[in-house]
């Protein structure tokens, strides 16, 4: 049997649902692997909920939005894109196929565009096939990386980043300089990278005591990078020493006291 | 809060053979029972009709229910039906959930009909699993402060307070210049009347003057606003004195401007001039004019190009106007109009361009590509229809230049939080549907800071702006949608990330026992959800969108049932 993808997908209440309402109506035809679910508007689709729908079993996911300049909330889809390019940003860094993350802006208008956008996903989420075989990764390798991205994408340091993206690039600050593009970028794939090991570092060390290169092996990274991060989380009271055994250290997390 | 165990009843429509020609309903209302919380399940033929909404209304009874699914057509038109069924019954109408099965299911993959039940079935899975999290929703209802605020002492300005004026309401008129009048002030005569303009801005002004409702503001500028539909707190600076007005309604009416030109044309003020320049000398009656012999205008200057792309639409009538003013004066003129298309549509507009023909006006067509040329003395252009180049003599050349948006604009739109287009202009909220308004409730616009629009025009939409922002005056109360933010203090750590991105100023970081915390204005929000889905610290819950119920949908997509 031909691989079916399943495909979730985001529409805001009055572009892009409208706009799947508008090909419905139109009786255009496309393939039955989308289920939407509709929001507001697209600044409402938290980078946590698309990690969960591919955390659900999504081989892709779908998330449209106003044209810019048409957002019923007047600028509600400019965040939903910096949200969503930060999460694809994410993707790549994990290893998953950041293509399987669609994002795209119609109007209520265009019910063709809508139908011919799910037809194109869906072709391209086909070939990828299930999630974690374009990637060449298992499916428990995938859940893993997956679980430690909802968790960084829940902490502070990139929803604060990527929230004020807008106003950092596009506006001077109090001291009237502009932080370019470029330069908030590569900050923000420094921060995501840093927090993302960090997070899988304390996911393996939540039910096991190990060591640097343990870690560092089941991570597949240097050990040295590994350390370095050990020693922060160590500073920061994540994790503390838990055993020498023969002469290497071995760590667990903080317990509460 | 709903503590009561979820008892859900679904009613899957066949609209008909609309749904029920490619999708199985009764399985699909089969599957619904068999899962978690659902007590009654079952078809309608059409469920919008009586019997559909009696049925429901039956099943709320005889079950008990508690949460209403609908699987059918498109929330868009119909979940206000349904809502209202569910309150009649005595279920709050925000325990009521909507799934589309037709537009999104049956209409698009008829082909499909065993893929198209599928779908439908795991689409009844999710709209169930949120119906298990939704939360009773009380419709909010704000005081409305019975008084207007209008920015802009124009034509169009003054036409709206008096307009709300006269309705009984008082009226604040705030204008940046020592006088009203706007552009107008500036004119002559008018097209197509040939009327004075001050034939018609004296007797306004005296009207708005002597109204005991409005009080004007010259000299003045807004300074801050804040607030909501209903209650707006502005702070007026009118020469270097603040005054503070509470307002419930806001009427944006700060005009355009004309565009000055940098190096178009040689322009230098003196002997190449724009139409509103040549204005102030027909206004002042310079008698140089008469010594005119012959006169070059140019339309389209700084318009309709890459930079500017617009049609600023009043300057080929505003042109031909003074063209024959000028004819008036001296009738041995010679008055070439070089044009790329000539737009004077109306009644009594193209007749007006047909007359200016007949009295000897000359029109040449010329093509961006190959502009004129300004010389001293001398207009050298390449004539499009005869495909030569022709030099014409020209003792005053006068630019038809397009409107501009207004100084002080920019400031505005960021306090008012109203969006600017592509060409500068505010942004209304819809051009068809929703003219004259904001996406922001309570706020208005009107004339010129809107497209550029002619005597007419402007005061027509004075009258719009002012009848639509008398609804929630004359109402009193308005009421608010329940679907907003809402800020849990305990984990709210006073960030202000939500206060500084929101669209509505809807959300305010202030200082409470607990020390700074967010707090939902609920009468502004208007329930994007955007702080719901960017705050550090998850505090905020977006109602009837919550993180629970969108995590609970993404769950039944995977399967759980």
Same mark, same amino acid.
């Given at each position: 049997?031909?691989?079916?993808?399943?495909?979730l997908g985001f529409m805001c209440n009055w572009c892009s649902y409208a706009a799947a309402d508008l090909a419905g109506v139109s009786r255009f035809q496309y393939p039955s692997n989308l289920r939407i679910i509709r929001v507001m508007c697209s600044a409402r689709v938290d980078p946590v909920m698309v990690i969960e729908g591919f955390l659900q079993g999504a081989d892709g996911v779908l998330v449209l939005g106003c044209h810019f300049g048409d957002c019923h909330y007047s600028i509600g889809n400019y965040y939903a894109d910096r949200k969503m390019r930060m999460t694809k940003k994410f993707l790549e860094i994990i290893g998953i196929n950041e293509e399987r993350l669609y994002v795209d802006w119609v109007?209520?208008?265009?019910?063709?565009?809508?139908?011919? /956008?799910?037809?194109?996903?869906?072709?391209? +989420?086909?070939?990828? $096939?299930?999630?974690?075989?374009?990637?060449?990764?298992?499916?428990?390798?995938?859940?893993?990386?997956?679980?430690?991205?909802?968790?960084?994408?829940?902490?502070?340091?990139?929803?604060?980043?990527?929230?004020?993206?807008?106003?950092?690039?596009?506006?001077?600050?109090?001291?009237?300089?502009? +932080?370019? #593009?470029?330069?908030?970028?590569?900050?923000?794939?420094?921060?995501?990278?840093?927090?993302?090991?960090?997070?899988?570092?304390?996911?393996?060390?939540?039910?096991?005591?190990?060591?640097?290169?343990? +870690?560092?092996?089941?991570?597949?990274?240097?050990?040295?990078?590994?350390?370095?991060?050990?020693?922060?989380?160590?500073?920061?009271?994540?994790?503390?020493?838990?055993?020498?055994?023969?002469?290497?250290?071995?760590?667990?997390?903080?317990?509460?006291? | 809060?709903?503590?009561?165990?979820?008892?859900?009843? %679904?009613?899957?429509?066949?609209?008909?053979?609309? +749904?029920?020609?490619? %999708?199985?309903?009764?399985? %699909?209302? #089969?599957?619904?029972?068999?899962?978690?919380?659902? %007590?009654?399940?079952?078809?309608?033929?059409? *469920?919008?009709?009586?019997?559909?909404?009696?049925?429901?209304?039956?099943?709320?009874?005889k079950y008990n229910l508690n949460r209403v699914v609908v699987a059918s057509c498109t929330p868009r038109t119909h979940e206000p039906l349904f809502r209202r069924t569910c309150q009649e019954a005595g279920v709050n109408p925000f325990l009521f959930e909507f799934v589309n099965i037709r537009e999104h299911c049956s209409w698009v993959h008829s082909d499909e009909p065993e893929k198209a039940t599928q779908k439908a079935k795991e689409l009844v899975r999710m709209g169930i699993a949120k119906a298990r999290f939704l939360q009773p929703q009380e419709e909010i209802e704000n005081e409305v402060e019975p008084r207007a605020l209008v920015i802009g002492g124009g034509i169009s300005g003054m036409s709206a307070?008096?307009?709300?004026?006269?309705?009984?309401?008082?009226?604040?008129?705030?204008?940046?210049?020592?006088?009203?009048? $706007?552009?107008?002030?500036?004119?002559?005569?008018?097209?197509?009347?040939? #009327?004075?303009?001050?034939?018609?801005?004296?007797?306004?002004?005296?009207?708005?003057?002597?109204?005991?409702?409005?009080?004007?503001?010259? !000299?003045?500028?807004?300074?801050?606003?804040?607030?909501?539909?209903?209650?707006?707190?502005?702070?007026?600076?009118?020469?270097?004195?603040?005054?503070?007005?509470?307002?419930?309604?806001?009427?944006?009416?700060?005009?355009?401007?004309?565009?000055?030109?940098?190096?178009?044309?040689?322009?230098?003020?003196?002997?190449?001039?724009?139409?509103?320049?040549?204005?102030?000398?027909?206004?002042?009656?310079?008698? #140089?004019?008469?010594?005119?012999?012959?006169?070059?205008?140019?339309?389209?200057?700084? !318009?309709?190009?890459?930079?500017?792309?617009?049609?600023?639409?009043?300057?080929?009538?505003?042109?031909?106007?003074?063209?024959?003013?000028?004819?008036?004066?001296?009738?041995?003129?010679?008055?070439?109009?070089?044009?790329?298309?000539?737009?004077?549509?109306?009644?009594?507009?193209?007749?007006?361009?047909?007359?200016?023909?007949?009295?000897?006006?000359?029109?040449?067509?010329?093509?961006?590509?190959?502009?004129?040329?300004?010389?001293?003395?001398?207009?050298?252009?390449?004539?499009?229809?005869?495909?030569?180049?022709?030099?014409?003599?020209?003792?005053?050349?006068?630019? !038809?230049?397009?409107?501009?948006?207004?100084?002080?604009?920019?400031?505005?739109?960021?306090?008012?939080?109203?969006?600017?287009?592509?060409?500068?202009?505010?942004?209304?909220?819809?051009?068809?549907?929703?003219?004259?308004?904001?996406?922001?409730?309570?706020?208005?616009?009107?004339?010129?800071?809107?497209?550029?629009?002619?005597?007419?025009?402007? /005061?027509?939409?004075?009258?719009?702006?002012?009848?639509?922002?008398?609804?929630?005056?004359?109402?009193?109360?308005?009421?608010?949608?329940?679907?907003?933010?809402?800020?849990?203090?305990?984990?709210?750590?006073?960030?202000?990330? =939500?206060?500084?991105?929101?669209?509505? *100023?809807?959300?305010?970081?202030?200082?409470?026992?607990? $020390?700074?915390?967010?707090?939902?204005?609920?009468? !502004? =929000?208007? $329930?994007?959800?955007?702080?719901?889905?960017?705050?550090?610290?998850?505090?905020?819950?977006?109602?009837?969108?919550?993180?629970?119920?969108?995590?609970?949908?993404?769950?039944?997509?995977?399967?759980?049932?």
């Open positions: 049997m031909e691989f079916e993808p399943k495909i109007s209520a208008a265009e019910g063709d565009r809508f139908a011919s /956008i799910v037809k194109n996903l869906t072709s391209r +989420i086909k070939e990828m $096939g299930t999630l974690g075989v374009k990637e060449n990764l298992k499916s428990s390798e995938v859940k893993e990386r997956l679980k430690a991205a909802q968790i960084a994408l829940q902490g502070e340091t990139i929803r604060w980043l990527v929230g004020k993206e807008k106003e950092l690039v596009e506006n001077k600050n109090v001291y009237q300089e502009k +932080i370019s #593009q470029e330069d908030f970028d590569r900050v923000m794939v420094d921060n995501i990278k840093d927090k993302y090991i960090k997070t899988r570092i304390l996911l393996l060390l939540k039910d096991n005591k190990l060591s640097v290169r343990e +870690i560092a092996d089941k991570l597949n990274l240097s050990p040295r990078a590994i350390l370095e991060q050990i020693v922060d989380l160590q500073r920061r009271g994540d994790i503390e020493l838990s055993e020498i055994v023969g002469k290497t250290p071995k760590y667990n997390l903080m317990k509460v006291k | 809060m709903v503590q009561d165990e979820p008892r859900i009843g %679904v009613f899957v429509c066949h609209c008909g053979t609309n +749904i029920a020609g490619v %999708v199985d309903v009764e399985e %699909v209302a #089969q599957y619904a029972l068999t899962l978690k919380n659902v %007590v009654h399940s079952q078809t309608n033929l059409y *469920t919008c009709s009586d019997a559909g909404i009696n049925s429901i209304k039956e099943g709320i009874k307070a008096l307009t709300l004026a006269q309705r009984g309401f008082e009226v604040y008129l705030i204008e940046r210049e020592k006088y009203l009048g $706007g552009v107008l002030r500036k004119l002559y005569k008018l097209y197509p009347t040939s #009327q004075e303009a001050k034939s018609i801005l004296e007797p306004m002004i005296r009207s708005v003057t002597k109204n005991e409702k409005i009080k004007i503001f010259t !000299s003045s500028v807004i300074k801050e606003t804040s607030g909501y539909i209903g209650n707006y707190n502005i702070k007026v600076e009118t020469k270097g004195k603040e005054t503070e007005l509470k307002v419930g309604v806001i009427i944006v009416a700060i005009g355009a401007k004309e565009l000055k030109p940098k190096k178009l044309y040689n322009y230098d003020g003196e002997n190449v001039i724009t139409q509103l320049e040549l204005e102030k000398r027909l206004k002042d009656k310079d008698p #140089q004019l008469s010594n005119i012999k012959s006169s070059v205008m140019i339309f389209c200057a700084g !318009s309709r190009i890459p930079e500017r792309p617009y049609c600023s639409k009043i300057c080929c009538m505003n042109g031909i106007k003074n063209a024959l003013i000028l004819q008036e004066i001296n009738p041995k003129i010679n008055i070439y109009i070089l044009y790329r298309d000539i737009m004077t549509y109306g009644e009594y507009e193209d007749n007006y361009y047909r007359v200016s023909r007949e009295k000897g006006i000359t029109y040449l067509k010329y093509s961006p590509e190959k502009p004129p040329v300004v010389e001293k003395g001398k207009v050298v252009v390449y004539d499009k229809l005869l495909g030569e180049e022709i030099e014409l003599p020209s003792d005053l050349t006068i630019l !038809s230049t397009p409107l501009v948006s207004p100084d002080g604009e920019e400031e505005l739109s960021r306090m008012l939080k109203v969006p600017i287009d592509v060409d500068g202009f505010l942004l209304e909220a819809h051009v068809k549907l929703r003219p004259v308004e904001f996406a922001t409730d309570g706020v208005y616009l009107s004339g010129c800071c809107h497209w550029p629009t002619d005597l007419k025009g402007a /005061i027509v939409e004075g009258y719009a702006a002012a009848s639509k922002a008398s609804i929630p005056l004359v109402n009193k109360k308005v009421k608010v949608e329940p679907i907003v933010s809402f800020v849990d203090e305990e984990k709210c750590i006073g960030c202000g990330l =939500c206060e500084s991105i929101c669209p509505y *100023t809807a959300i305010e970081v202030k200082q409470t026992e607990k $020390g700074r915390k967010a707090k939902t204005i609920s009468a !502004s =929000c208007k $329930g994007c959800g955007l702080c719901g889905a960017s705050c550090p610290e998850g505090a905020i819950t977006m109602q009837h969108f919550s993180n629970e119920q969108e995590l609970a949908m993404i769950c039944a997509f995977g399967g759980e049932k």
